[in-house]
């Protein structure tokens, strides 16, 4: 048996994003990447992997194609297997650049979740598992969005939850940073692949960074920021090491709060008859752990939610779906958040012309404006369930 102690050093937290294995090559990049932190910082290192851009998407298609209200048991059972074939596939990538890495489980994490077991909230998060791990080998891979429920049962923390893992780990272990790498350059005033003017923000206050989350920009999660708050952990939000401009990124909890446009390119739109029938239908939704955004147009009370979401149908019973309307949110540096619901294939033109109210002159921007091409889904993504017809849901 290995003799167990806590590491010397405070460990390293770093989350890579689906988009980093965006094919298998991107698996050694990372361990590559990792390699050298560990000899650079002589830290132990905790790797916290998302499933390959893609996957759970197609996970969650694959699951509406067999149930319109699947179990949450069984939702949480398959959307969890794309972060456990991540963090096998990486842990093999440390393996062959000559690092030993362990491969972790939900069940060693150390994050508690009690709820929805598809959605599940953390409710803490201790060191599990890691210390023993970090003690045994230089670095741990944890994988992203997974945490256990009192049963010991694996539960998932919601879609696109591996930010809120890596933060939850990172307090849990006394890491005083969390480094959290993705396809763009870190926060920006609205998303780089959608309004190419868009400016990075050298800091963010961790208000700022919720507000733009809970207003839907995927870039960081809510519950990770908030945690971060309440754990003290520093937040940084880097473009992957291996992009043409590798430096910068976005301390989050160090500036002020910002101006930004958000799509939101995941939800959908629903129409209620009365106000009154949309606010009772946003509180169960909210409820659920569903992140729904509730906004007038001349049509109607409308909210917004997550696309794809399971077990939303009984309480959208009275409502319609626009099919064609995706959500544009302005937030004011005044701090009002002005909402405007365009046909879906206007919302990228709408979000540049809202940016340009915002940041009138390309003159003074506070960061590189950048031009990230196309987003990829990784072809290995059905390495799980290969699916005929793909559609519009969240990757
Ligand atoms: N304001 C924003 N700034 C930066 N990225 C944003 C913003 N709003 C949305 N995004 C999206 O967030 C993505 C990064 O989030 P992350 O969870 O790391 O992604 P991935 O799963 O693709 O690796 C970007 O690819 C971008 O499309
Ligand atoms: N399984 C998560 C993974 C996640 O958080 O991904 P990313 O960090 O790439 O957004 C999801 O897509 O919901």
């Not at 990447?33 to 998302?50: I, W």
């Not at 699947?70 to 596939?89: F, H, K």
């Not at 939900?106 to 508690?112: E, P, Q, V």
Request: some cysteine; overall charge neutral; charged content about 25%.
């Amino acid at each position: 048996m290995t003799a167990r102690r806590v590491p010397d050093g405070r460990p390293l937290v770093l989350k890579f994003g689906g988009s980093a294995f965006a094919d298998l090559d991107g698996y050694h990049r990372v361990a590559r990447y990792a390699a050298g932190r560990v000899a650079e910082d002589r830290r132990p290192l905790v790797v916290v992997a998302s499933a390959m851009s893609g996957t759970t998407g197609r996970l969650q298609q694959t699951l509406d194609h067999l149930s319109e209200d699947p179990p949450a048991d069984a939702a949480a059972m398959l959307l969890t297997t794309g972060e456990t074939v991540s963090v096998a596939l990486l842990a093999a990538a440390l393996d062959a650049e000559g690092v030993t890495a362990r491969p972790l489980q939900a069940a060693d994490t150390g994050l508690l979740a009690e709820g929805p077991g598809d959605r599940a909230k953390l409710v803490s998060a201790g060191p599990g598992a890691l210390a023993g791990a970090l003690a045994a080998c230089p670095v741990a891979v944890v994988p992203g969005g997974q945490a256990v429920d009192a049963d010991g049962r694996t539960v998932m923390l919601g879609r696109n939850s591996s930010d809120l893992s890596a933060v939850a780990t990172a307090a849990a272990l006394g890491a005083d940073t969390c480094e959290l790498f993705s396809d763009v350059p870190g926060v920006c005033t609205a998303d780089p692949y959608l309004v190419p003017e868009a400016r990075t923000l050298a800091r963010i206050s961790y208000e700022g960074a919720r507000r733009m989350s809970r207003h839907g920009a995927k870039v960081v999660h809510e519950g990770a920021v908030d945690w971060a708050e309440r754990g003290g952990v520093r937040l940084l939000c880097r473009p992957f090491p291996w992009c043409e401009a590798p430096d910068g990124g976005t301390a989050v909890g160090t500036g002020p709060e910002a101006a930004a446009v958000v799509v939101h390119r995941n939800s959908d739109v629903w129409c209620f008859g009365s106000g009154r029938e949309r606010r009772a239908a946003g509180r169960r939704l909210g409820a659920e752990g569903l992140a729904v955004a509730e906004f007038d147009t001349a049509g109607g009370a409308c909210l917004t939610v997550p696309a794809g979401a399971r077990g939303v149908a009984r309480h959208l019973r009275d409502a319609r779906r626009l099919d064609d309307l995706c959500l544009v949110t302005t937030l004011w540096p005044d701090g009002r958040a002005e909402h405007t619901a365009v046909p879906r294939p206007e919302a990228a033109a709408e979000a540049r012309r809202r940016h340009a109210l915002l940041y009138p002159d390309p003159g003074d921007a506070t960061g590189r404006a950048v031009r990230p091409s196309a987003k990829a889904r990784s072809p290995h993504s059905d390495v799980l369930v290969g699916l005929a017809r793909p559609d519009r849901r969240p990757s």
